[in-house]
């Protein structure tokens, strides 16, 4: 399904004392596309991102998966479309810490009630993101760009229809960002999801289909490196 965004905008403050993160965004991604939105610090692109996995609210214009209009839903509605529909990976993990490596990445499967050959699928990931072996480590005992990698094959695991991704390379070196960036992108193809990634990367975003520079007043296509 594609995800459109029609006329989006974000305001802080009320009245006369608001002042606009972004406006007038609009975007269309079709199922299989990569969009890398670039822009800088400040400007607005993680909150665009929960926008648009409908975590945060918006005060014009719409969001829709398909034909489900985000904003038409209330938070229960909205939380069980995200279990069914999204991958997102996190600038800050949200690894839970009481959960192990392989529990975690199992978490979507398991809220889904998809039993058969989790364990095979959660063991398939972890080789993807090159943690195999791993999946007994609790959080704590990983470092930073593990637990990206934990955080990306959760993201992964159940095939969603959309991948939302905040710096997903921001903490690996770039041998295995690279491994990573290649990953989403072949699962995106395969399974036919919409990729939108927040990146500063030159190297994530040149892999993009199209990449867009965010500014208050909207999108402009970002010049090539």
């Not at 990698?149 to 969603?160: C, G, K, Q, S």
Request: hydrophobic residues 50%; proline residues 5%.
């Amino acid at each position: 399904m594609p995800l459109r965004i029609e006329g989006l905008g974000k305001f802080y403050g009320q009245g006369a004392e608001a002042r606009p993160v972004f406006r007038h965004l609009d975007l269309h991604v079709a199922p299989g596309e990569f969009v890398a939105i670039v822009g800088d610090s400040g400007v607005g692109k993680s909150t665009l991102l929960n926008c648009m996995a409908g975590l945060d609210s918006w005060d014009e214009g719409r969001v829709l998966h398909g034909e489900r209009d985000l904003g038409a839903m209330d938070a229960e509605a909205r939380a069980l479309w995200r279990r069914a529909h999204v991958g997102f990976v996190f600038q800050a993990f949200h690894v839970l810490p009481h959960l192990d490596v392989g529990q975690n990445v199992a978490l979507p499967l398991m809220l889904l009630g998809r039993q058969a050959d989790v364990d095979a699928r959660v063991a398939r990931m972890l080789d993807a993101v090159g943690l195999a072996g791993l999946a007994r480590r609790l959080p704590q005992q990983l470092s930073g760009g593990q637990l990206q990698r934990v955080a990306i094959a959760r993201a992964l695991v159940h095939r969603p229809g959309l991948l939302l991704a905040d710096e997903p390379t921001g903490n690996l070196d770039p041998g295995t960002a690279a491994r990573v960036m290649d990953l989403l992108l072949a699962e995106a193809r395969a399974h036919g999801a919409s990729l939108v990634l927040v990146t500063h990367s030159e190297a994530a975003a040149s892999l993009a289909d199209r990449r867009l520079h965010l500014q208050a007043d909207g999108f402009r296509p970002a010049a090539p490196t």
